[in-house]
């Protein structure tokens, strides 16, 4: 018995010939072997003979498109062969063992050989369910003493090892009931010794490893635009005029901001009314519900309220005579209605009578806080946690139009279909952020790669009374390249991440973090789009891409952010304004997007950043599609969209768009095609006409192009006709505005540079960083008076503006006297304080000839 290959499309938005398949490939009385893809195969061992067609909670798909294979018996084995393994199964000889059932790779995958009791030693790991009382690696847990006391934390394991292969036991997992109305739970009932395996080969391809996982369990959803924007959160007692003062100081401040979480305190929380569990809005602090869900509509903002519905349905709430009765109890008993997880009757009630009114009245979703017992109280080991992300985002899907998304945690392996997930109460350290990039890339090893961290801590450490500027910096910064952006925090009047309550820095460099974050939403929701169709989460780690450098495994914090990002956040404290890191660049250029330095891979740097500057390295070449305004809302389908062209050879990219908040975006989308290609001087660049259609769709849509870290370009044309262009000195950065047209149409702009027009060696960030100096040097040096060399290099800005016809020179000038900065600030009249100080603002070393 074979089954045919099937040719698959790879350009996005195309669809193919998906010739589907239940991919059994042998059977006999007791043994069943299914090939899902050529690197994932099911075997099954059955006592009865009765084999399981059902849904597990793991595996969703039970067809799939058509994949090679071959099938022998040679006399005394079954032997089963795809392009990445070879299984050989002992005929009639009863359960999978050590002795009857053996599989080794094929193909050009990395070679191993595997039969049941091989030890897996080098897995990868994946994720774990909550970080409540982590403090980096370690779980802070009360001793006999009464303090915490640290104990080393542990992921759970994840699909992915350098060993090559995985197997996936969902022998005793839970099945679907197959309910046309919405599937449900059900007890698997199997003679005892039964087996249901997957094994899954792949080398060191770890990204086909994924997709094939997803082909069994289902693809990761693509969230709501929304969801990419700033979320506000803080447990804090919020009155309805707090938050609009707090909405209106975001706007003053000039802050963007999308989703406001609302905690426990929405509803009544004194214990005569439940305590941590509610399910009635709390009129003390809000009069007229509905008329604050309107206003927050009004202002764009999306909503979720905090749940912890472990306690019930009270004789309290508003909803409980409807809910008792529905759930076989007279209401005048005031009898509690007992949560149960896995009752479908209950669950239908609360959505009805509760949760659904509540969605009706301008609650966007759910953030499901359950902290209580992991399994459910009627069916034995079934996860509440995993279940609840089920149903929460099943019925959310079912009921409504727009995207269903869920705020919660991780509840074992099939959930990366049920996002966002919630990392819970980690400490405000240094140690806790040091562990976020890690621990959040890692999660893509089981497909969860939207995690949403409490960004700058919940728990301040012991001892520790004020928040830390600094790590809160850094913290938002890690943020702007996490998969959500969300800061939280606990109850502590000292504890406080408003940013208009630090000093002017830190508030800038939080704003610049979050309307960073704003600014790369169009390059994030395109990645988050191909999450969803190659099961490669945004943020993941080094070893996907790279997996034959051992750089990749060792270097722990530093993450792929999308396809064209390389991302190292800076995750401790500075000295004398900058912190180090230590980032591996992979072979290729790589573009230093803080200092506009072009760095060659295959190699390690130490590299310093101010507390403005955060490391991100760009490949070169490289388009990355941006928002070309301050947007204060990721609301709208027609914003203008700027191409940044990096330094390198030709790139193409393909820009994803959708409605946003629809569930149609699987059939419903558009890609439009952009390329660069550089040829000596001249480089030209490709808007290729809009492919598809969604609901909203803009018919016209206005375009830039950057170039940055170049010299002024001699000529410009759009579409053929001569334009002018501006020029953004702070980044070197020529700036193209394409007229407004339909997006039917190609676009052509082309650029005449210079000869050698690159500045990719760092001038970028040597001019921020000394006219930055030069304006704190007065608080230093009161009655500086500068001269010819020291002067001219403060206002480098305003001369590139002023004397354009002069650019190259102003530059050369720059850098010939920045290569002699230890001699031009020696000659500079100032106090050897002075001169200390300003070096160290540029990062620089003190000259080793007498500068104390």
């Known amino acids: 018995m074979a089954s045919i290959l099937l040719l698959t ?18 059977q006999d009385k007791h043994v069943r072997f299914t090939v899902v893809t050529d690197g994932l195969m099911r075997m099954e061992y059955s006592p009865d003979g009765k ?49 009857n059932l053996f599989i080794e790779s094929s193909g050009n ?149 999308e989703v406001l979480v609302i905690d426990m305190d929405w509803h009544y929380t004194d214990e005569a009314h439940g305590g941590w569990t509610g399910w009635t809005w709390n009129e003390w602090l809000f009069p007229n519900h509905r008329k604050f869900l309107n206003y927050l509509r009004d202002k764009n903002l999306k909503v979720t309220l905090n749940l912890h519905p472990a306690s019930g349905i009270k004789k309290f709430e508003a909803a409980y005579p409807d809910v008792a009765r529905e759930n076989g109890i007279d209401p005048s008993s005031e009898k509690d209605v007992e949560w149960v997880t896995s009752d479908k009757r209950f669950v239908n009630s609360v959505f009805k009578n509760i949760l659904n009114p509540m969605t009706d009245e301008g609650v966007t979703f759910w953030w499901l806080d359950w902290q209580q017992d992991l399994y459910d109280s009627k069916i034995d080991s079934l996860s509440n946690t995993w279940w609840l992300n089920y149903t929460f985002f099943t019925k959310m899907a079912k009921e409504r139009k727009v995207r269903p998304m869920l705020y919660h945690r991780w509840g074992g392996l099939g959930n990366h279909r049920y996002q966002i997930g919630f990392s819970g109460d980690n400490y405000v350290t240094w140690k806790s952020l040091d562990f976020l990039p890690w621990f959040t890339a890692t999660a893509s090893n089981v497909c969860y790669g939207f995690w949403s961290h409490d960004l700058g801590g919940h ?32 109850k502590n009047a000292r504890l406080v991440k408003e940013p208009w309550n630090f000093d002017r820095n830190t508030l800038n460099a939080i704003r610049d973090a979050i309307q960073s974050r704003y600014e790369l939403v169009p390059y994030i929701y395109t990645m988050a789009r191909k999450s969803h169709d190659t099961s490669v989460s945004i943020c993941r780690p080094m070893y996907y891409d790279y997996p034959e450098n051992d750089e990749a ?129 001249m480089l030209t660049f490709t808007i290729s006409a809009r492919k598809g259609t969604y609901a909203d769709m803009p018919a016209s849509r206005r375009f830039e192009i950057r170039i940055p870290a170049t010299a002024r370009p001699l000529k410009v044309k759009v579409d053929g006709i001569e334009s002018q262009y501006s020029y953004d000195p702070t980044q070197l950065c020529c700036i193209i505005k394409i007229p407004e047209k339909s997006c039917d149409i190609e676009r052509t702009v082309e650029v ?23 304006g704190g040097l007065k608080n230093i040096y009161a009655k500086l008076r500068v001269n010819s060399d020291f002067g001219p290099m403060a206002t480098i800005y305003e001369a590139l503006e002023y004397y354009p016809e002069r650019n190259s020179e102003l530059i050369s000038q720059f850098n010939s006297r920045y290569a002699r900065i230890h001699e031009i600030v020696k000659e500079q009249e100032m106090s050897d304080k002075a001169r200390n100080w300003f070096l160290k603002k540029l990062g620089i070393e003190q000259d080793p000839d007498n500068l104390k």
């Not at 938005?13 to 059994?24: E, F, L, P, Q, R």
């Not at 506009?596 to 760009?618: C, N, Q, S």
């Not at 050879?649 to 290609?677: C, I, P, R, W």
């Open 9 to 26: 499309s790879t350009i996005p938005g195309i669809k193919a010939d998906n010739t589907m398949s239940d991919g059994i490939v042998y």
């Open 51 to 99: 084999f399981i067609n059902d849904k597990s909670l793991v595996a969703v798909c039970r067809n799939y498109p058509a994949a090679a294979a071959e099938v022998k018996e040679d006399g005394q084995n079954i032997i089963v062969s795809t392009s990445k393994m070879t299984l050989r199964y002992k005929k009639n000889s009863g359960a999978f063992k050590s002795d």
């Open 109 to 257: 995958i990395k070679p191993f050989k595997w039969c049941p009791g091989t030890e897996q030693k080098n897995n990868l790991l994946g994720t774990t369910r909550t970080l409540d009382q982590w403090d980096g690696p370690d779980i802070m847990k009360k001793g006999e003493d009464g303090k915490r006391h640290p104990v080393p934390g542990k992921l759970d394991k994840g699909l992915l090892a350098r060993d090559g292969w995985t197997l996936i036991d969902d022998s005793k997992n839970f099945l679907f009931d197959n309910n046309p109305d919405m599937e449900w739970v059900k007890t698997r009932k199997v003679k005892k010794g039964a087996q249901d395996w997957y094994f899954m080969a792949y080398g060191n391809d770890y990204k086909t490893a994924l997709k094939d996982f997803t082909t069994l369990a289902g693809k990761i959803p693509l969230p709501p635009r929304y969801a990419f924007g700033y979320w506000w959160s803080r447990w804090w007692a919020y009155s309805e005029h707090e938050f609009k003062q707090l909405i209106k100081d975001f706007e003053d401040y000039r802050i963007p901001l």
């Open 459 to 490: 728990y301040m450490a012991a001892g520790d009374t004020v928040t830390n500027p600094e790590l809160y910096i850094r913290s938002m910064q890690f943020g702007t390249y996490a998969p959500i952006m969300r800061t939280h925090s606990n």
């Open 553 to 681: 495994y060792a270097m722990k914090n530093q993450y792929m952010f999308g396809d064209r990002m390389i991302v190292m956040p800076v995750t401790s404290p500075g000295v004398d304004g900058f912190s180090e890191i230590e980032v591996w660049l992979p072979e290729g250029d790589w573009y230093e997007k803080a200092t506009g330095t072009m760095l060659h891979g295959g190699k390690t740097y130490k590299r310093k950043f101010a507390l403005d500057e955060t490391p991100v390295y760009i490949k070169s070449g490289s388009i990355i599609p941006l928002h070309a305004e301050k947007e204060k809302t990721l609301r709208r389908n027609d914003a203008p969209i700027a191409f940044t062209i990096y330094p390198g050879e030709s790139d193409s990219f393909m820009l994803y768009e959708d409605n946003g908040d629809d569930q149609k975006y699987d059939n419903e989308h558009a890609f439009t095609e952009v390329s660069s290609n550089r040829n000596h001087n």
């Open 752 to 774: 005449t540079l210079p000869e050698g027009s690159e500045i990719a060696d760092g001038t970028i960030g040597n001019m921020k960083r000394f006219v930055e100096a030069f």
